[in-house]
């Protein structure tokens, strides 16, 4: 049976546009669109949920998502069963954004799952997002930053706004890549058998 992110595989930008090369290796979205292993990716916006979902889709093993308490409660096995499975789920909640940040730390440097996801209000600052990015550094593990309000400077290492379009769809928009250039796309999925389609806006932006 072929996933919905394994048929991701509409090419929108040359093969350099947004390669973001780790010794970790990568994660693809779509066919030229790459996020680095071992490194801390931030999402911010209304469809940032659809874009964490299609990366964990494309890993294997358990997944850990770490945020307050109502925030996790809105993470809904039917909200992800079309992209993979609920069972990978494990939720951890924290009462502070203190907690969630050394929770989704602690996670990155166990070792026990390839993808962990934080859900915060504002991004990480410096301090912190470094600490978490030296923790996915070490495994290799994908580090998922869902920032509800504004982001700050961070170590992280994409920015991705992510916007539900007029019309239907989605714009993700990449405005900060530390190894590659930036970008637009508009993402159309209908669901069920119809492939999703990702076409370029903007076909490349300074980072």
């Known amino acids: 049976m072929v996933t919905p992110a394994s048929r991701l595989a509409h090419p929108v930008l040359p093969l350099d546009g947004l390669r973001t090369p780790g010794r970790h290796g ?3 979205l779509v066919e030229t669109i790459q996020l680095s292993k071992g490194r801390v990716h931030e999402l911010l916006g209304d469809s940032a949920f659809m874009f964490a979902a299609l990366a964990v889709s494309r890993l294997k093993g358990p997944v850990i998502w770490a945020g307050l308490p109502q ?7 039917t909200g992800v069963q079309d992209f993979f499975d609920p069972a990978r789920l494990i939720l951890t909640t924290g009462v502070s954004r203190t907690e969630i940040l050394w929770a989704a730390e602690q996670a ?3 070792r026990c799952a390839p993808c962990v996801i934080a859900e915060i209000q504002d991004g990480p600052d410096l301090k912190e997002s470094r600490r978490l990015q030296i923790a996915a550094e070490e495994y290799g593990a994908l ?3 869902l920032v509800h309000r504004a982001p700050q400077t961070s170590a992280a290492e ?3 706004h992510c916007q539900a379009a007029p019309g239907g769809g989605w714009d993700w ?5 530390k190894r590659g250039r930036g970008g637009r796309w508009h993402v159309t ?3 069920n058998d119809d492939a999703p389609c990702a076409v370029p806006l ?6």
């Open 189 to 191: 999925w209908a669901g």
């Open 173 to 177: 928009a990449c405005t900060k890549n």
């Open 158 to 160: 994409t920015r991705w």
């Open 26 to 28: 990568v994660v693809w």
């Open 202 to 207: 903007v076909s490349a932006a300074s980072a």
């Open 71 to 77: 925030a996790v409660r809105t993470v809904a096995p």
């Open 143 to 145: 580090g998922l930053i």
């Open 108 to 110: 990155l440097r166990a």
